[in-house]
């Protein structure tokens, strides 16, 4: 079975602040790892995905995330934070092949402050 | 190239009463997966379909059934409506086929549901 594990519903920064998100998995299969975003009153938007090859992997609006298979972790990284980066993160895992179920973690919120 | 689209975007039923809610996924896509988010918590997969029959169910009754159209188009029914089932409906589009995006889901803005 998978499942998702987020440490921390609430997280804190300052602009211009680094922000940590993170995100440990359970899988019995390869993962593929993913992060959407969702902005109050809307639907999920996909940050950034892990399938295979490069663990570092690049998403929009500067953040990144690294699949650390030792670790079993795929936290979500920005260096500096922005005002408009104020959200819900969800990671997600699924089995090889994106189009399989979804299973989420329980979601981070993340409040930027001046 | 056009997005999942999901309507209504809300909705206010009262217990035990039925709901459809309607979904089209996004263009080139022929895989529709909904997912139910209550409150403060993330995402649970209900069903997938794909090629017009259900492909995958999770820890949800029976009262919540499903359509996937020729178009792959999609609906969502949920019959004997009960106040947990208060929550926001998401659909989420994806292509099996291989040599399309088989690697994402894309969602839409989701159908927010009220039960009174």
């Known amino acids: 079975a998978q499942s998702v594990t987020q440490l921390g519903s609430h997280v804190s920064v300052s602009e211009g602040a680094l922000v940590l998100l993170r995100c440990n998995y359970s899988s019995s299969v390869p993962p593929y790892l993913f992060w959407y975003v969702q902005y109050p009153n809307q639907g999920l938007q996909l940050l950034l995905k892990?399938?295979?090859?490069?663990?570092l992997v690049k998403g929009i609006n500067g953040f990144e995330a690294e699949f650390k298979k030792s670790e079993t972790s795929f936290h979500l990284t920005k260096p500096s934070a922005h005002m408009s980066d104020a959200a819900e993160y969800f990671c997600?895992?699924?089995?090889?092949?994106?189009?399989?179920?979804?299973?989420f973690g329980a979601g981070t919120r993340l409040a930027v402050h001046p | 190239e056009t997005g999942v689209t999901q309507s209504p975007t809300h909705l206010i039923k009262t217990r035990g009463q039925q709901v459809t809610l309607r979904c089209s996924s996004q263009?080139?896509?022929?895989?529709v997966s909904w997912y139910q988010q209550a409150l403060g918590q993330g995402p649970q997969f209900i069903f997938q379909y794909y090629r017009e029959e259900e492909n995958g169910r999770g820890n949800f009754p029976p009262r919540f059934s499903g359509l996937q159209f020729p178009n792959y188009s999609s609906e969502l029914n949920v019959n004997a409506l009960e106040l947990d089932d208060s929550a926001l409906y998401l659909c989420?589009?994806?292509?099996?086929?291989?040599?399309?995006?088989?690697?994402?889901?894309?969602f839409g803005p989701g159908t927010r549901l009220t039960v009174l």
């Open positions: 989420a589009s994806s292509s099996r086929t291989s040599g399309g995006d088989t690697d994402t889901q894309y």
């Open positions: 892990y399938t295979t090859g490069a663990t």
């Open positions: 263009s080139g896509h022929n895989t």
């Open positions: 997600a895992v699924s089995k090889s092949g994106g189009y399989n179920k979804l299973i």
